[in-house]
């Protein structure tokens, strides 16, 4: 059985990591991915957005969503000896606003909830929801009309509840 593609994401296995290492629930010790420079990693990836609680909206007022595949003499020494157990269909992913994919295929839903959490982020008692039918983020207002059981896309969902 080959591997049809083995992709990377920077930002995510930095995450992931540190979830390994600060869990108690990793009694079995689960060996770590293998760890990521800061210097290669976005600090204003929709990831750091969804999981760093430091997230400094006053340095990243936005977010970015949209990845490409970086050329493989750009990958940083730990990664390329990790995935190049697979060199043919290993694949390194960096933010690019300006040539990225929405690889997360993150719908415009997602993207409401996600604006909505930069905006909690910035002022955690400044946003208010609305119980609504229709999902819509008011940024000046920092309203949020959306309704847990109206939401569609598990991403969305989880940001409800954070």
Known sequence: MTLASTI???????????????STINKNA?????????VYLSPNSFIALLFNDDYDTAIYP???????????SCWPNTVKNRIMIYPTSAKYLVIDDNEGTNVFTLQSEDLTL????????????????????????DSTSSILYATY??????????IFYI
Request: no cysteine; hydrophobic share 40%.
């Open 149 to 158: 059981d109206n939401l569609s896309t598990p991403l969305s969902r989880l």
């Open 30 to 38: 689960v060996p770590s991915p293998v760890e990521i420079g800061d």
């Open 114 to 137: 996600l604006d909505s959490l930069l905006a909690y982020r910035a002022d955690s008692t400044g946003v208010i929801i609305v119980d609504s039918v229709t999902t819509s983020f």
């Open 8 to 22: 990377l994401v920077g930002e995510l296995q930095a995450w992931f990591n540190s979830f390994v290492l600060g």
């Open 62 to 72: 936005v977010y970015k969503y949209l990845y490409k595949e970086e050329s493989i």
